[in-house]
């Protein structure tokens, strides 16, 4: 499946740390992909970067219009999914939604336009409580992959050897590939 997120309504000098997050959390939760609604070379930079040092195969691009993503993502028989605390329980709908074949994943900042809940296949609650965008794009990608998206490996130049009680680090030069 593939899956890209659609970042709305970013502001750059309000909410620069918290799309940064909700990017970091695209990437290493299986997202090919992020697009940003607006322009912040910035921070597209500071995320291809991780992406660079760190491995996987993420992009990040900043887009004029996110309707006109929106709709060429549907035209070629995309899915969207609209996470809201307003919408229908994410395990009512997880089921339906493993089965698309490309999912693009609407993340909101500020109000989300109404237009969104209309375009939306599914408008999703992870939880009807108010909480943050990026715990309900970690909880929705993992709840999509079913939680083996955290074992995936990355190759990047830099590599966590996990252990249960000390921080060792792999960083490997350039040339070591």
């Not at 750059?12 to 918290?18: F, L, S, V, Y």
């Not at 994410?90 to 074949?101: D, F, H």
């Not at 079913?146 to 249960?164: A, C, M, T, Y």
Request: glycine share 10%.
């Amino acid at each position: 499946m593939r899956v890209a997120v659609l970042r709305l309504g970013h502001r750059p000098e309000r909410d620069k740390r918290i799309t940064t997050h909700v990017g970091l959390v695209a990437r290493a939760f299986g997202a090919e992909e992020m697009l940003l609604a607006g322009r912040d070379e910035k921070l597209v930079a500071g995320l291809e970067d991780v992406a660079e040092r760190w491995g996987g195969d993420f992009r990040v691009r900043s887009v004029l219009s996110w309707r006109g993503e929106a709709r060429r993502w549907k035209d070629v028989g995309g899915k969207i999914v609209h996470l809201t605390m307003y919408g229908t329980p994410l395990s009512e709908a997880i089921g339906e939604i493993r089965l698309s074949e490309a999912v693009m994943v609407v993340v909101g900042a500020e109000k989300v336009p109404p237009e969104i809940y209309e375009m939306a296949d599914w408008n999703v609650g992870v939880g009807n409580q108010p909480h943050s965008e990026v715990a309900a794009l970690a909880v929705f990608l993992d709840r999509l992959w079913g939680g083996e998206e955290l074992n995936r490996e990355f190759e990047g130049r830099i590599e966590v050897v996990p252990s249960p009680r000390y921080k060792t680090v792999i960083e490997r030069r350039e040339d070591e590939g």
